[in-house]
C-alpha cells in the first residue's frame, strides 16, 4: 500500500474509477528523448502525443497518475479562462496570444475528440457548459464573453432570464452565456485513460518518484529521484500548483508564481428522477459569476456534484452550507445529503493568465490553471509536444513569458482562505453595467500583484 502522502484522496472519482496501470517506481539510470515531470492531464497528453510521432518519452510521478490536481477536479470542462476575454490575451501577447485564443476556443473539443480517438471511457459528456450572472448588472460580463468568443469563432450565445431558468431549472440567475462545446468528464478515468493509452503507445511512466532536481549536463537533462536518474535531450515541467509540494527546490521561481487555493468538491446521493427533470435537466455544466463560485454538474450515476469554499479545513460546516445553498437554488431538490467531500488545488496567477515558460535549452514548463485545467491542460498538452520536438515558436499557441513569482508567497498562501470574506461582500453588491461591461470584483491576487510591483521599483 502506498504512504499517506501519496494515497488517492477519499473522493467520488476514486471511488467509483477503476483503478490504473500498475506502474514501477524510478530505479537506475534511464534515458529517453524526452522526459515530463508530472503525470496529470498535461504531462501525459504530452506523452501521448509525442508518442503518437514515435518520440522516446519517459514520464516521472511523484505518486499516480491524477493523484494531483488532474484527478481531484470537479471535472467541469470549459472552453475559456475564468476571468480575461480574448482582447485580453491578445493584448498582452500579441500573435502568440491570437494563436492561444484558437487554442482555447477548440480546447473543450479537443478533449472529446482525444477521449474518443483513444477509446477512454471517463464518462464525458459534451453537454455545454454554462456560465449565468448571479445579478443584473454582470449581464455585462456576458454580453462582452459572447461579443469576443463570437468574433473568435466560438458557438457561443447569449441567454435571457428566461433561458437561463429553463436551461438551470432556477429563477437565482438573470440571464448569461453558454458554450455548447463545453461538458464535464470523470478527471480521474480520464487522467487513469490517458496514461493506459501512453503506455499502449510504448511511453515509459514511473510511478511513485518524486523529482528532486533537474539539470542541464552535458548537453542532456538530467531528472533526479530517490532512487534513480533520467537523462534526456528535452524536458517538460508539468507539475502546475504541485510544483513545490514534493521538493521545495525543484522549480521554486515557478512554484512561486503560482497560489495553491484549496478547492472543496462534494457529491450528493443521487438525485431522484424529479428532481433531475427540474436541477439541470440538460445535464449541462455550470459555474456562474459569484467570486464564492456556486458550480454544479451531473455524474454518471445522477450524483449532482458541487462544492465550495470555507475558512478552516473541516468538511461539516462546508456540507451544511452548500446544502442549504443547492436548497435556495433549487427548493424541489429535497433532502440534500453528500456521500462524497473532498479536495485539491487549483493554481492562481495574479493575472488570471496561465504561464508558459522556456526553463532551457528544449525544456519547457506550465503552471496556472486557475481552475480551468481540465480542457485546456490537453490542448497545452499537444504543443509542449511540438515545442519539445522543435517546432518553431511562431508557430505555437503558446505565449512564453519569464516566471514572476509572488512576494511573500508563504504568508499570502496563509492568508488566502480569509479572502472568502470578501466574495461574500462583493458577490452580494450589485455593480453598475459600464460599456465594455461591468468590472470584476477586487481579489487579493490584484492586491499581490500592485504590492509586487511597488517591492520592484522601490
Known amino acids: 500500500m502506498p504512504p499517506d502522502h501519496i494515497r488517492m484522496p477519499e473522493s467520488l472519482w476514486a471511488a467509483v474509477t477503476p483503478p490504473g496501470p500498475e506502474l514501477p517506481q524510478l530505479v537506475g539510470t534511464e534515458q529517453a528523448d524526452v522526459v515530463i515531470v508530472g503525470a496529470g492531464f498535461t504531462g501525459l497528453s504530452t506523452a501521448l502525443h509525442l508518442r503518437e510521432t514515435g518520440v522516446d518519452v519517459a514520464v516521472v510521478e511523484a505518486a499516480e497518475p491524477g493523484w494531483g490536481g488532474s484527478g481531484r477536479n470537479h471535472g467541469q470542462v470549459i472552453p475559456t479562462l475564468t ?3 480574448p482582447e485580453d490575451v491578445v493584448a498582452k501577447h500579441g500573435a502568440a496570444g491570437e494563436r492561444f485564443v484558437a487554442l482555447l476556443r477548440d480546447c473543450a473539443s479537443t478533449l472529446f475528440d482525444v477521449a474518443r480517438r483513444y477509446q477512454i471511457e471517463a464518462e464525458q459528456e459534451q453537454t455545454g457548459w454554462v456560465q449565468p450572472v448571479h445579478s443584473p448588472g454582470r449581464m455585462g460580463i456576458a454580453e462582452r464573453r459572447v461579443r469576443q468568443w463570437s468574433k473568435a469563432g466560438a458557438p457561443v450565445e447569449l441567454l435571457s432570464r428566461e433561458q437561463v431558468r429553463d436551461m438551470l431549472g432556477s429563477d437565482a440567475w438573470f440571464g448569461g452565456f453558454w458554450n455548447r462545446t463545453g461538458g464535464h468528464v470523470n478527471p480521474l478515468a480520464l487522467s487513469r485513460g490517458l496514461a493506459r ?6 511511453a515509459r511512466i514511473f510511478a511513485r518518484s518524486p523529482v528532486s532536481r533537474f539539470e542541464r549536463r552535458n548537453n542532456s ?95 461539516d460546516s462546508l456540507k451544511a452550507s452548500v446544502a442549504a445553498r443547492l436548497k435556495r437554488l433549487w427548493p424541489e431538490i429535497g433532502e440534500v445529503r453528500f456521500d462524497y467531500v473532498w479536495n485539491g488545488y487549483v493554481g492562481m496567477t495574479t493575472d488570471f493568465l496561465p504561464r508558459i515558460h522556456r526553463l532551457g535549452p528544449d525544456a519547457f514548463a506550465w503552471a496556472g ?24 515558436e511562431r508557430e505555437l499557441a ?10 511573500a508567497h508563504g504568508l499570502l498562501r496563509r492568508l488566502a482562505p480569509l479572502m472568502l470574506m470578501v466574495y461574500r461582500r462583493r458577490d452580494a453588491a450589485e455593480i453598475p453595467d459600464g460599456p465594455s461591461g461591468p468590472p470584476q470584483p477586487e481579489h487579493m491576487i490584484a492586491w499581490a500583484s500592485n504590492l509586487r510591483n511597488r517591492w520592484r521599483t522601490s
Not at 371 to 392: C, D, F, H, M, N
Open 83 to 85: 476571468r480575461p476575454d
Open 197 to 202: 493509452a501512453a503506455l499502449d503507445r510504448g
Open 221 to 315: 537533462w538530467i531528472v533526479t529521484t530517490p532512487l534513480g536518474q533520467i537523462a534526456a535531450r528535452a524536458l517538460i515541467l508539468a507539475t502546475n500548483a504541485y510544483t513545490g509540494e514534493f521538493a521545495k527546490a525543484l522549480a521554486p521561481e515557478i512554484a512561486r508564481e503560482v497560489m495553491p487555493v484549496r478547492s472543496w468538491q462534494m457529491a450528493t446521493e443521487p438525485l431522484s428522477d424529479a428532481a433531475r427533470k427540474i436541477v439541470i435537466p440538460g445535464r449541462q455544466a455550470m459555474s456562474d459569476t459569484h467570486g464564492e463560485l456556486y458550480f454544479a454538474r451531473y455524474d454518471a450515476r445522477n450524483r449532482l456534484v458541487t462544492g465550495g469554499a470555507q475558512i478552516g479545513t473541516g468538511a
Open 369 to 392: 490553471c486557475n481552475g480551468r485545467a481540465v480542457a485546456l491542460s490537453i490542448a497545452i498538452g499537444q504543443e509542449l509536444a511540438k515545442a519539445a520536438q522543435g517546432v518553431a
Open 398 to 407: 503558446l505565449p512564453f513569458t519569464e516566471p514572476l513569482p509572488w512576494v
